[in-house]
């Protein structure tokens, strides 16, 4: 029987340069889509999947991160006095067990395939999660969720994939289709970031991640890559089988944000204010306003 995937790796190391100077004392993953910030959209879709054990790689400067997961007892209680039992209700799903949660230091930024390996002795020999929460997916089931259901069919080591333009591809991994199946296809190679009209195909790697422990093992050994950083993709490559197994990507069935990006963090906060049934009247009679007004203004 394969083994369940209850851990997840959420690394949050990252300096988060795009959003300066925000980022200089809120760490990237706390800032606020809507009312949430990023990382309880990722707790959330991990716990749908069966996600038991949340894991993060953090660096100097996140303890508000850490703070966010705290129990607030004193808060709780002022909520509770004044009957606020909707907001009582929405902050203790923040809440986190004790023993839930972990933190680990990536001591140098070396890359998201370093951060991962920081936290291989958490891991130990099972399969696990790492999820980005920069990119936020809005979808029906959720997008790790899809991909746990998926795995149980394939094992071996999975990415969400998702088509982009030809000529957005060189910011992304990209994935060198064996056999295409639809939502999965097998993948014969992976390449970080290639040169402009190089990539392989349009179909791209996002932040979602189920892998094997061997990945960990690669990761011990493999030499920084793409942008001088040592890439999570080399080490998921080197799991590709000769036959064409090992590591599948996985078409989700939703819509993915950059939230590492200013316009993706924008157009989630459109899109999901939209989505938010107190929000949606007053904001889409906004946004027509505003889009009369420019037409007049041109
Ligand atoms: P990004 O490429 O978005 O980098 O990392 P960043 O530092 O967060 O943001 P910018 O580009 O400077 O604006 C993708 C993910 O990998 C993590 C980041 O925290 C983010 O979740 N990461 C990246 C690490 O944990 N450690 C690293 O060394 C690099």
Same mark, same amino acid.
């Given at each position: 029987?394969?083994?369940?995937? @209850?851990? #997840? ?6 300096? +988060?340069?795009?959003?300066? /100077?925000?980022?200089k004392? !809120?760490?990237?993953?706390?800032m606020?889509?809507?009312?949430? /910030? ?37 808060l709780?209680q ?5 009957? *606020? ?16 949660? %972990?933190?680990?230091?990536?001591? *140098? ?9 920081? %936290? ?10 790492v ?9 029906? *089931? ?5 991909? !746990?259901?998926?795995?149980?069919? @394939? ?13 957005? #591809?060189?910011?992304? +991994? !990209? ?9 999965? !296809? =097998?993948?014969?190679?992976m390449?970080?970031?290639? %040169? ?6 349009? $179909? ?6 189920? $892998? ?11 030499? =920084?890559?793409?942008? +001088? ?55 889409e @009679?906004?946004l027509?306003? $505003?889009? @009369?007004?420019? *037409?007049? #203004?041109?």
């Amino acid at each position: 029987m394969r083994n369940k995937v @209850t851990k #997840a790796i959420f690394p949050v190391a990252g300096l +988060g340069t795009r959003f300066l /100077p925000a980022t200089k004392s !809120v760490p990237k993953e706390i800032m606020t889509l809507v009312d949430r /910030p990023l990382v309880q959209y990722a707790i959330d879709e991990a716990r749908a999947a069966g996600i038991k054990e949340f894991i993060f790689v953090t660096s100097r400067g996140k303890g508000a991160l850490e703070d966010y997961f705290d129990h607030s007892p004193q808060l709780e209680q002022e909520l509770r006095k004044k009957g *606020k039992d909707d907001l009582l209700e929405t902050l203790k799903n923040t809440n986190m067990d004790s023993g839930e949660i %972990a933190y680990i230091r990536q001591h *140098k930024a070396l890359g998201l395939g370093h951060a991962v390996w920081c %936290a291989r002795r958490l891991i130990g020999n099972e399969p696990f999660a790492v999820m980005l929460p920069d990119d936020v997916i809005a979808a029906e *089931k959720p997008c790790l969720q899809q991909m !746990v259901e998926a795995y149980a069919e @394939t094992g071996g080591n999975m990415v969400a994939a998702m088509e982009v333009p030809a000529d957005k #591809a060189q910011n992304y +991994g !990209v994935l060198d289709m064996a056999e295409d199946m639809g939502a999965m !296809v =097998s993948v014969k190679g992976m390449v970080e970031k290639p %040169a402009a009209g190089t990539a392989p195909s349009n $179909l791209a790697v996002i932040g979602r991640y189920i $892998l094997s422990p061997n990945v960990l093992r690669n990761l011990s050994k493999i030499k =920084s890559g793409a942008g +001088g950083e040592i890439q999570l993709t080399d080490a998921i490559a080197q799991e590709i089988g000769s036959d064409g197994s090992g590591v599948y990507g996985y078409r989700f069935r939703g819509q993915r944000f950059d939230c590492g990006s200013k316009a993706g963090f924008l157009q989630a906060t459109v899109a999901f204010g939209l989505a938010r049934d107190d929000l949606r009247d007053d904001l889409e @009679t906004y946004l027509q306003e $505003l889009m @009369t007004a420019r *037409k007049a #203004a041109e």
